[in-house]
Every structure is written in C-alpha cells, then in structure tokens.
C-alpha cells in the first residue's frame, strides 16, 4: 500500500505561481512513475505531467513551458511548479504513484482568478 497525501494548492491571479507537493508513504520501496493529474469544473481527469524513478518526464501540451515536474527519492516526494498560471488552469489537482497499480491523493484546489 502506498499512501499520497498532496499541498500547496490554494487561490492565485493568473500569471502567478504555485508549487503542489505531493508525500508518499507505505510500500514506497515499489515506486516507479509519479506524477500529477487534474480536474476541471465538468472536464475529465487529465494528464499533466509524469516523472519516471530515472527522472525522465513528459508533460501534457497545455503546460508545456509552464509547470515543471520533479522528484525527491530520499523524501519520497513529487513536485509540480506551476508558473504563468492561466484560469484554465484551475482544477483539483492529483498526485498519483504507481508500482503495480495506481495509487492516487485526494486532491488538491488550484483555483485561478482572472
């Protein structure tokens, strides 16, 4: 078992910047791909950025340029800095962990005023 609990969400103007942080715990020996998703208001849960245990990462086109993934191994930790935020940005947004399966957080709010 693995258990995600995410921070740093919160309320920003657009243009601004967050930084979510994602703490892993449990069978964390097993970790392979961390990562983050989202939700919109009425959208579908998206990808938004993926980080191998080699630290290879991939990024959905809508943030490429903007967020930036990155990982702590000794603190079993997933980062996502979120910069030139746009309201469309805004989700709640979902650290994800896999080894076999797929672990999720609960979420964190990112809420982005215009």
């Known amino acids: 078992q693995v258990q995600l609990v995410e921070s740093g969400g919160g309320l920003v103007q657009a243009g601004g910047s967050l930084n979510l942080s994602c703490a892993a715990s449990?069978?964390?020996?097993?970790?392979?791909?961390m990562g983050w998703y989202r939700q919109g208001p009425g959208k579908q849960r998206e990808l938004v950025a993926i980080?191998?245990?080699?630290?290879?990462?991939t990024y959905a086109d809508s943030v490429k340029g903007r967020f930036t993934i990155s990982r702590d191994n000794a603190k079993n930790m997933v980062y996502l800095q979120m910069n030139s935020l746009k309201p469309e940005d805004a989700a709640v947004y979902y650290c994800?962990?896999?080894?076999?399966?797929?672990?999720w957080g609960k979420g964190t709010l990112v809420t982005v005023s215009s």
């Open positions: 449990g069978s964390i020996f097993r970790l392979n791909d």
């Open positions: 994800f962990a896999r080894t076999v399966i797929v672990y």
């Open positions: 980080i191998t245990k080699g630290n290879i990462t």
